[in-house]
């Protein structure tokens, strides 16, 4: 890795890369060797996630039954409760607040 740093050090200055930034060649160098290692292990990562997912993906579909809230119609329907409660609850507080008042 040290060949490719140097490689990328000598870029960076054959293309005056670095008087944009103001910041040293070696410290940009590392800074693309860094971030070449953090996308390395994204998709390492990503590899290892996609293989466990399609291994539990074949069992899961057979499994999972859906509940009445996962369905979009049941998130619907409880929010418009939420709605409805909260409506009421306004109500409530209208009706007591101006029928005792007087």
């Known amino acids: 890795m040290n060949d ?4 990328i050090q000598d870029a960076i200055n054959k ?3 670095e ?5 040293l ?8 060797i860094d971030c070449l290692n953090a996308f390395n292990m994204a998709m390492i ?4 996630f996609e293989q466990i997912d399609d291994e539990e993906d074949s069992d899961a579909v057979e499994q999972y039954e859906p509940k009445f809230g996962d369905t979009q119609l049941g998130h619907n ?5 939420i709605f409805l409660a909260i409506g009421a609850a306004i109500a409530l ?9 007087k």
């Open 15 to 17: 293309h005056c890369a």
């Open 45 to 48: 990562s990503r590899q290892n």
């Open 77 to 81: 329907l409880g929010c418009g409760f």
């Open 93 to 101: 507080v209208m009706y007591v607040k101006f029928t005792f008042s």
């Open 25 to 32: 060649d070696f410290i940009l160098a590392q800074y693309l």
């Open 19 to 23: 008087s944009a930034s103001g910041t």
């Open 4 to 7: 490719l740093k140097k490689d």
